[in-house]
């Protein structure tokens, strides 16, 4: 079956400190891997995919295929990073997303 | 571009009444997707569609309907509301499997 399980509820940081927001996936075939963002009051967005490699608001999130897992991580957290992370795996040829519950990150001053 | 729009934004309905969910995109996408979502869930895809004139269900289209008879719009139907039809819906958008832009959600409950 196909799935995404994102661990933890909530993940509470201070500023500066390093962020990483778990995610891990079933899926039988070669995945194609997400992170959405919610900030508060604004829609869900992109925030990045696994196939473009790319550094989105200095969050990077790198596809281990042997542990299953995308998960995202950031250096340094700012307090604007407060916000709900979702990670989602495209689940078939008609595109739709698979999503976990999702994490609330929390930055502290 | 409006990119992709909900009306309405909250809504309260009673149990056995019917709505419509109205869903609407300008990026000339062919892809359109309705999730819901539960309180401290992920979202869950109910219907999707292709292109004008396709539709197909998702995980939970139980209670549901769509049709799509432009490429713009989208709207979802709830014929005969239920309690457990209280959710936060949301419409997607995108061009095949690129990434979906998603709209602002409706907010919907019945009691």
Excluded at chain 1, 73 to 94: I, R, T, V
Excluded at chain 2, 40 to 64: C, F, Q, R, W
Excluded at chain 2, 69 to 87: G, I, N, V, Y
Aim: hydrophobic content about 30%.
């Amino acid at each position: 079956a196909q799935r995404v399980t994102q661990p933890e509820k909530l993940l509470s940081v201070f500023k500066g400190a390093p962020v990483e927001l778990k995610c891990n996936y079933s899926y039988s075939g070669s995945p194609e891997l997400f992170w959405y963002v919610q900030y508060s009051r604004q829609r869900l967005q992109l925030l990045l995919r696994h196939i473009s490699r790319e550094s989105i608001k200095g969050f990077t999130a790198d596809l281990n295929k042997g542990e299953t897992s995308f998960h995202l991580k950031k250096p340094f957290a700012q307090e604007e990073d407060s916000a709900m992370y979702y990670c989602a795996l495209m689940g078939g040829s008609q595109g739709n997303l698979i999503f976990g519950k999702g994490t609330k990150l929390s930055v502290k001053p | 571009n409006a990119g992709v729009t909900q009306t309405p934004k909250f809504r309260i309905l009673k149990i056995g009444q019917s709505m419509t969910l109205q869903c609407t995109q300008d990026m000339n996408h062919n892809y359109m997707y309705w999730y819901r979502q539960d309180p401290g869930m992920g979202l869950k895809l109910i219907y999707y569609s292709v292109g004008a004139g396709i539709t197909d269900k998702g995980e939970v289209p139980n209670g549901y309907n769509v049709s799509r008879s432009t490429t713009e719009d989208f709207p979802l139907r709830l014929e005969l509301a239920a309690p457990s039809q209280t959710s936060v819906y949301f419409c997607a958008s995108s061009h095949r499997e690129y990434e979906q832009f998603f709209g602002p959600g409706t907010r919907l409950t019945v009691l």
